[in-house]
Every structure is written in structure tokens, then in C-alpha cells.
């Protein structure tokens, strides 16, 4: 079972996570663009009654859960069977999949599972419906995620599985320089480093997701967040180069400068900067909540056992703000029988699925009842400090060329943290560029 | 390219010929001719139209643009480092990669050649890393760039090879030259061993030393096995996109051509997507054309069909060019007589 957890802990981040460049054949892609021309998208003729046999596409089932939730949905609909598609593990493969499949305007997908941050493409090119509001557990769900999986005060999608990034911290070193609690702020965190590194035994101070990837586009989208601002205002206006969102980036910036971050943190990844705080490389980690269970490891593999605590991301200003990940659940425009898709949705958002999904697989869901069950917060100490961050997290940019805005974000702050520009240059640069990128 | 053969044949043979040809010019025109001209047509439009301020969708729908695409494609930045950071990034790929492959995979077939003429496992061995699939040397790359990894270990030095810098183009060219220079060794290694033993002693009868063995019998004689091996490794190198694309992801030191193609179909921008291919198509095509011209690469084997004498008038041809000093190139040509020789 241990071992089944890695892998969707690793998937599950991969999903919160990557959204590249993708592998896309050019050729075939202009043979299926060529159809749609024209086309004014699915969307609006939604046929919620229509009932039969539908498809599920969403990552490859690796833990078996997902099969035991189909198993029963199937004995009860003998007439409505769900057929699980299994699509390629990373992210970026499976939306390149949705999106042929949508061009092509094909029914072969009916039910697919969207990573939070493909809502406003999809929804915009009208590949997924509308969905009904008051035919699903919605309102059991925890604010943020509903956020994700909406676009334009419309929902596209019903948030199932969810994610925060808590701070995780080193309390046998802590002990030692004479602290009880793990820091609130970056100010008090900087400071523990100061203390702890003095000695200079080679340990390193914090870690976090800061490579050219999807991951920077996290940690930016918190700071700014947590430093009072938002990287777009409500109505989709630009504000990177606003007073908070430079404090955000600057306060990054000065512990890569006064190295409280070290220099190789700007090839850290997920597992990159897990690896190194579990080998005992750091004193702080950011990072998703998967974490933990290898930390906790038995096997020798992890230095940190039982010296670990667990707390909100440090705060900028204010409270500390993680990016929300996840994954929704939303009907292809080109699918029949969304009547039974929509009942499936649902099943999936029911309390019993929700709770057997993070407890058997350690990926939190987006239930709000689950963060108040016993048999999970027994096995997860740090719940309340889960739901917390969840609650509080910021959403990245809700934009439909989103690969163009968080690669723009990217390059803007990997410049900056890696000395090349600073920030002040970087951020009126990177708002020209969303402004053009929103304005088109 | 068929001129002598075309020329022999007769009308009514020329017609069946055509006829008998014809469901292979069909195949290929399906296959090649299509989709080209498609991703040509594409690269003059632009899919997806302006997004609707109450309801945030995208009017559906391709329209022409042109040449707009070229454009964007030559001087748009977008996010990324645009356009001549990609081509200079391939370019340098595929010359020093290439050079260095091309160097290590000789200098392997010839202590191959020489120390076990005939072992295959030894010779199987070396194909090993050009068998392992692309993606899996990168990540396996990736773990000995680590920032704590072997690489860094052994040299007992941190470099950071995966952030933006010469680190990181070293990083790709390292992992590249490490997977194809076998292959440049393993071809380069039987064309060694076409050469017959003979032609050497003659050489060594006649009191050339090592030096000059290699140059005027070794190298002229692999020759055209090797420009084979080169033009076909360039070809590769210039549409590099896996390696760099596992290896580094999005860093701009790593960023080719492909990868901009790619990219810019991820983000269903296809017309832009099509004018990068379009772009890449033609860069490649001068290349080959190029080293054909200049080379003379017989990648059809042209040399080996007709009869012997035609190849042999060229070689000679090329060996009077080649060489400065009257008497090497006397031994030369009696060499070379000698080998033609002993092949036939």
C-alpha cells in the first residue's frame, strides 16, 4: 500500500503541478483543427436527461480507488455503466488528449478530469458544459476549489480532489536555537536560519518549488497573494507590477540573496526539494502535503522521521498563502448521456467516495466534511492546518491562454531569483506581456 | 539523380515503370505530400478568435492571416527567448555535438576494430547507450546533474546544471554525445572491416606509418560510410526536442526548434506552431543539401550499382585534389587500385 501512495503522491503533484509545452503531432493536429472551423462549440445545447452508457477520462488509475468507486457505481446503473479511460500520467499528455478529442468533436470522453487550472481554456472554448449548480454537492465543497472550476460567475466543473502546501519544519533544530514553534512569517524565518546556520554545519535554510516550471508560478501566486495583491484583479486586469506583488517577489529574492535560500533550490522541483529536506539538507520545506508520509518513512529512507512539524506557509505580510491544486470534473461538450454524467459527478463529490479517496490514496478532496473526520485526522495529525491553507489559498490566474501567462509569470520570477534581473524590472515587464497576453 | 538508367530505358518501358511506381508515389504523397502541404496552408492562419467580455468565450473558427505568422515567428519574443535563441541553441547542438560524436565514434571503431576485430558482444555493448530510449537517458542524465548528484560528487564541485546558463547547454551536449557517438562507431566499424588487411600491408611495404595509413588508406576508404553516418546524425541533431525537453524543461539555454513548434502547439496557437515546422523543415532541408553538395554523401548508394569503374574514376578524381606532394599521392593511387581490387 506504502508503495502505491508514492505514485499518486507523485501524480497527484504532477497534476497540481506541470502544465508545459506538450508534445502535440503537427500534422494530426491540422487535420483535426481543420474540422473545427466554424463551429460553435457544443455548449449550449446541454441535455441533461439524456441516460446511458457514458466514459470517465482522467490520469491513469494508479492506487486500484478509482476501480472500487466504479465497481459500485456500475452494480447500482446496470443501464448507465461507466467505462474508465485511462489517460498518460502526465498532465500536460492528457490535456493535449482532451483537446484533440474536442477538435474533433469526438464523443468518445464524456466525464473529464481537469486539472484546476484548465477551467478558463476549456470553458472559453466552450469544450466542456455548463453545469447545474443545484444538481450537485457544491455546496459541500470547500469555497476555493469551487473557485478553480469557475469561469465567468459560471460552473464548468465539480471540484473533487483538492491541494494546499504547508510548511514543513525542522523541530529538533528549531529546539536547538531556542524556538518552539515553527515561523509564521519569512521575517521570523529568516531569522531561525540565521541562527541555525551559524554554525555552519552545511545545512541549508529553506526550500521550495523554484525551477523554470509550473511550480514558480505557485510560489509567486502565493507570495503575492499573502503580500496583499493578486497577480489578476477581479476582472481579469493584470496587477503584477503592483506594490505587493513586488514585496512577494522581493521577499523571495532577499533569502536567495542572503543565500537563506540556497542557490540550488533553482533547480528544485516537488520531489527535488523533498529529497533534500528529507536527506536533512533543510531546515524548512514548502511543499504539498504528500510529503509527509515519506518523511514518516520506516524503511531508513528518511533522515527527518519524527523530527518534522507542520504548519501554514510562511505569511509575507499578513497570513500565509498557498496555491490551491486539484483536480475537477466536468461533461465534454460533444458527450451524450449528461444526464447520467452529472449523476456520476455527484457520486464522485458524495462524502463516502471523498473520504475513501484520501484516505486510501493521501490526496486530499475537495469535501469539506473530511477535513472534520476522525479516522483522518488520526491519520493525518496536521488536517486542521491542511484545511486552513486550502481555505485560505490563492488561485492562479484564470485565464484562457494560461500556458502563455504562467510561462510568462516563470521566466519573470526565475529571472529575478536567480540574479539576472531585479525585481522592479522584471515585474513591469512581465505586466506588459500579460497585458498583451489578455488584451489579444 | 536516375539519369543514367532513365535514359536507357525505352518509352514503353518508361510507361510501365511509371505504372509500377505508382502505388509507392501514391503512398508517399499521402504520407509526405499531405501533411506538408497542410502544415503549410496552416502556417498562413491563425485558429481561435477574440474572447467575448460578458461570457469569457472564444469566437470558433480559422481565419488567413498570411504571413503573420513568419513574423511573430521570427521576431515575436512572447514568453520565452523567442526565435534565434532557439536556433542558435540548435545549431549549436547539432555543429559541436556532431564534430565531438563524430571524432569519439571514429576514434572508438578504430581501437574496436583493431583490438577485437570480430567480438560482438563487445561490439553490442557500445551500442547500449544509443538503444536506450531517449527519454530514459534524460532522466537518468537528470539524476547525475542533480544538484547533489554523481556528476557534482566526482568533481567535487557544485555546478548547478540545470539552471539557465553554458552549464546547461554543456549538460545537453554531454547527454547527447554520450547516447549517439556509439552509433557514428558501430557504423564507422563496419565500413573498417569492408577494408581489406591487404591493402594495410601493402601500406606497410610501401613504409607509410600510422599517421599516413590513417589518412590516405583508413579515412578515404570509410569515407563514404561515415559521411552516410554524419549527414543522417545532423539530420537528427537538428530536430533535437526530447532530450533538452526532460533534461531542462522550459529553460531557455536549452530551448531548439522543436520545442518551440511544440510549445506553441501546446498552447493550441497551431498556425504559429506550423510556420516554427515550416521553419525548421526548410533549415534542415539547406543543411542536407549543403552536405550533399559539399560532401557528396551517396545516401542512396549510387556508388555501389553502377559498375565499379565509375565509382573508382571519381575516387581518383578526388584523391589528385586532395593531395599536395606527388609521392604520397602515387602510393595512394596504387593503394587504392589495390583495394578496389581485392573487393571485387
Known amino acids: ?440 | 539523380m536516375a539519369d543514367p538508367h532513365s535514359r536507357r530505358v525505352t518509352g514503353g518501358q518508361g510507361r510501365m515503370a511509371y505504372l509500377l511506381l505508382l502505388p509507392t508515389l501514391v503512398l508517399l504523397a499521402l504520407v509526405v505530400g499531405f501533411p506538408l502541404v497542410l502544415s503549410a496552408w496552416q502556417s498562413l492562419t491563425q485558429s481561435g478568435g477574440d474572447i467575448d467580455p460578458e461570457t469569457g468565450i472564444i469566437k470558433q473558427g480559422d481565419t488567413f492571416v498570411g504571413l503573420d505568422n513568419y513574423v511573430e515567428a521570427f521576431t515575436g519574443s512572447g514568453a520565452g527567448a523567442g526565435f534565434w535563441n532557439a536556433f542558435w541553441n540548435t545549431t549549436l547542438f547539432t555543429v559541436v555535438g556532431v564534430s565531438i560524436e563524430t571524432v569519439l565514434g571514429v576514434s572508438m571503431a578504430l581501437i574496436m576494430a583493431r583490438a577485437m576485430r570480430s567480438t560482438g558482444i563487445v561490439r553490442a555493448s557500445i551500442l547500449v547507450p544509443w538503444a536506450i530510449p531517449t527519454v530514459v537517458s534524460a532522466l537518468m542524465w537528470q539524476l547525475i546533474f542533480d544538484a547533489n548528484g554523481i556528476f557534482n560528487r566526482v568533481i567535487h564541485y557544485q555546478v548547478l546544471w540545470t539552471t539557465e546558463g553554458w552549464q546547461a547547454k554543456a549538460a545537453v551536449l554531454i547527454a547527447d554525445i554520450w547516447k549517439t557517438a556509439p552509433y557514428i562507431g558501430l557504423l564507422t566499424l563496419a565500413g573498417l572491416q569492408t577494408i581489406d588487411d591487404q591493402v594495410y600491408e601493402a601500406a606497410k611495404m610501401d613504409g607509410a606509418d600510422r599517421w599516413d595509413t590513417f589518412w590516405r588508406i583508413t579515412l578515404p576508404l570509410v569515407r563514404p560510410v561515415l559521411v552516410v553516418a554524419v549527414l543522417f546524425r545532423l539530420l537528427d541533431a537538428m530536430r533535437m526536442f526530447d532530450l533538452p525537453y526532460v533534461l531542462l524543461g522550459r529553460l531557455e539555454s536549452g530551448q531548439t526548434l522543436s520545442m518551440l513548434a511544440s510549445d506553441a502547439a501546446g498552447k493550441t496557437n497551431y498556425g504559429l506552431a506550423s510556420a516554427y515546422s515550416m521553419i525548421l523543415f526548410a533549415y534542415i532541408c539547406l543543411v542536407a543539401f549543403v552536405f550533399i553538395r559539399v560532401l557528396g554523401a551517396d545516401v542512396i548508394g549510387e556508388q555501389n550499382k553502377p559498375a565499379r569503374r565509375g565509382g573508382r574514376r571519381r575516387g581518383d578524381g578526388n584523391d589528385g585534389a586532395d593531395d599536395g606532394s606527388g609521392g604520397s599521392r602515387r602510393t595512394a593511387r596504387r593503394l587504392r587500385t589495390t583495394a578496389e581490387g581485392s573487393m571485387a
Not at chain 1, 9 to 32: E, H, K, Q
Not at chain 1, 169 to 183: I, M, N, Q, T, V
Not at chain 1, 356 to 369: E, I
Open chain 1, 1 to 440: 500500500m506504502s508503495s502505491s501512495n508514492h505514485g499518486l503522491g507523485r501524480r497527484s503533484v504532477l497534476a497540481a503541478g506541470g502544465l508545459g509545452a506538450s508534445a502535440l503531432g503537427l500534422a494530426a493536429c491540422g487535420g483535426s483543427d481543420d474540422s473545427s472551423s466554424g463551429g460553435s462549440g457544443g455548449g449550449a445545447s446541454a441535455d441533461f436527461d439524456e441516460r446511458g452508457p457514458i466514459t470517465f477520462a482522467t490520469g491513469k488509475d494508479t492506487t486500484g480507488v478509482l476501480k472500487d468507486f466504479l465497481d459500485r457505481w456500475n452494480k447500482d446503473h446496470s443501464d448507465e455503466k461507466v467505462t474508465l479511460v485511462e489517460l498518460p500520467e502526465s498532465a500536460d499528455d492528457q490535456r493535449s488528449q482532451f483537446i484533440n478529442n474536442a477538435q474533433a468533436k469526438s464523443d468518445a470522453y464524456t466525464v473529464l478530469g481537469l486539472d484546476v487550472v484548465w477551467t478558463a481554456e476549456f470553458a472559453a472554448n466552450q469544450w466542456v458544459v455548463e453545469l447545474p449548480k443545484d444538481k450537485l454537492p457544491i455546496d459541500d465543497m470547500i469555497p476555493a476549489t469551487v473557485q478553480t472550476a469557475t469561469y465567468f460567475d459560471k460552473l464548468y466543473a465539480m471540484p473533487y480532489a483538492t491541494n494546499g502546501q504547508l510548511l514543513f519544519s525542522r523541530k529538533d533544530l528549531l529546539k536547538d536555537a531556542g524556538y518552539d514553534e515553527p515561523p509564521a512569517t519569512y521575517d521570523e524565518m529568516y531569522e531561525i536560519i540565521e541562527k541555525v546556520t551559524a554554525d555552519d554545519s552545511g545545512i541549508n535554510g529553506f526550500g521550495g518549488q523554484f525551477a523554470k516550471y509550473e511550480g514558480l508560478t505557485c510560489q509567486l501566486t502565493g507570495v503575492v497573494k499573502s503580500a496583499g495583491g493578486e497577480l489578476f484583479d477581479k476582472d481579469g486586469k493584470p496587477q503584477a507590477d503592483s506594490d505587493a506583488a513586488k514585496l512577494g517577489l522581493q521577499t523571495l529574492r532577499d533569502g536567495f540573496d542572503k543565500k537563506y535560500i540556497p542557490k540550488e533550490a533553482l533547480t528544485y522541483k516537488e520531489e527535488e526539494s523533498r529529497q533534500a529536506f528529507q536527506d536533512g539538507k533543510l531546515v524548512f520545506l514548502q511543499n504539498w502535503p504528500y510529503v509527509y508520509d515519506k518523511f514518516q518513512a520506516d524503511d531508513g529512507s528518511s533522515k527527518v522521521k519524527d523530527k518534522v512539524s507542520v504548519s501554514l506557509v510562511p505569511a509575507v505580510k499578513g497570513e500565509g498563502t498557498s496555491t490551491v491544486g486539484g483536480l475537477n470534473y466536468a461533461i465534454s461538450a460533444f458527450a451524450k448521456n449528461m444526464g447520467t454524467a452529472l449523476d456520476f459527478i455527484a457520486f464522485m463529490g458524495a462524502a463516502e467516495q471523498q473520504k475513501a479517496w484520501f484516505l486510501q490514496t493521501g490526496n486530499p478532496t475537495a469535501a469539506t466534511a473530511v477535513y472534520e473526520d476522525e479516522d483522518l485526522k488520526e491519520k493525518y495529525p496536521f488536517l486542521d492546518t491542511l484545511k486552513d491553507s486550502i481555505d485560505k489559498g490563492a488561485v492562479r490566474p484564470q485565464v484562457v491562454k494560461y500556458g502563455d501567462v504562467t510561462q510568462a509569470i516563470q521566466e519573470a520570477a526565475y529571472g529575478c531569483l536567480s540574479g539576472d534581473t531585479e525585481t522592479d524590472a522584471a515585474l513591469s515587464d512581465l505586466q506588459k506581456q500579460l497585458t498583451d497576453l489578455t488584451e489579444k
